[in-house]
T-cell receptor, first 112, second 109 residues
Framework: DAGVIQSPRHEVTEMGQEVTLRCKPI?????LFWYRQTMMRGLELLIY????????DSGMPEDRFSAKMPNASFSTLKIQPSEPRDSAVYFC??????????FGPGTRLTVT | AQRVTQPEKLLSVFKGAPVELKCNYS??????LFWYVQYSRQRLQLLLR??SRESIKGFTADLNKGETSFHLKKPFAQEEDSAMYYC???????????FGAGTRLFVKA
């Protein structure tokens, strides 16, 4: 298994543009989490899904952020419009029945 | 509210010296505590969990409910221990894991 897969690995975009980050969890895992990592705040939980259903999105910073999980093998995190303060590393993680988290390599987002 | 505090952003020690990475938490219920580690150019991964009471790569961590702490310790640091370390908390039986801000450990030769 290749583990959790995220794409793109790096994204540079201009302020105001739409950004879509993608995640493929480990096959068979029923939980999927999106985290944001910054120097100041560390790892923040944005949203998590159970069996493709969003359970807790209280960490989503603003309405500009949205996340979907149309099926068990794919999730997206969208930022529209993007702002420079959204620059961070975004991690996707999956787990089986909420046991250990398995993280993807992350997407480094830079908004200029 | 749940909160995990790692007071040190950066910790630098010499090889062979003891190391302690501090973690304090705030939670009213029964928590599960974890340490995750991210080595250079590697994925964030679980290092150890308090319920296992295990030693991984020479690291141990004891949950002190009285002091609400879960400090990570190693008696003799190695250069390969240099990494970013995150303390994390989850409600027992829960699904949501929250992390501290992380501590970067540098082990100097």
């Amino acid at each position: 298994d290749a583990g959790v897969i995220q794409s793109p690995r790096h994204e540079v975009t201009e302020m105001g543009q739409e950004v879509t980050l993608r995640c493929k969890p480990i096959s068979g895992h029923d939980y999927l989490f999106w985290y944001r990592q910054t120097m100041m705040r560390g790892l923040e939980l944005l949203i998590y899904f159970n069996n493709n259903v969003p359970i807790d999105d209280s960490g989503m910073p603003e309405d500009r952020f949205s996340a979907k999980m149309p099926n068990a093998s794919f999730s997206t995190l969208k930022i529209q419009p993007s702002e420079p303060r959204d620059s961070a590393v975004y991690f996707c993680a999956s787990s089986l029945s909420s046991r250990d988290l398995y993280f993807g390599p992350g997407t480094r987002l830079t908004v200029t | 509210a749940q909160r995990v505090t790692q007071p040190e952003k950066l910790l630098s020690v010499f090889k062979g010296a003891p190391v302690e990475l501090k973690c304090n938490y705030s939670y009213s219920g029964s928590p599960e505590l974890f340490w995750y580690v991210q080595y250079s150019r590697q994925r964030l991964q679980l290092l150890l969990r308090h319920i296992s009471r295990e030693s991984i790569k020479g690291f141990t961590a004891d949950l002190n409910k009285g002091e609400t702490s879960f400090h990570l310790k190693k008696p003799f640091a190695q250069e390969e221990d240099s990494a970013m370390y995150y303390c994390a908390l989850r409600r027992t039986g829960g699904f949501k894991t929250i992390f501290g801000a992380g501590t970067r450990l540098f082990v100097k030769a």
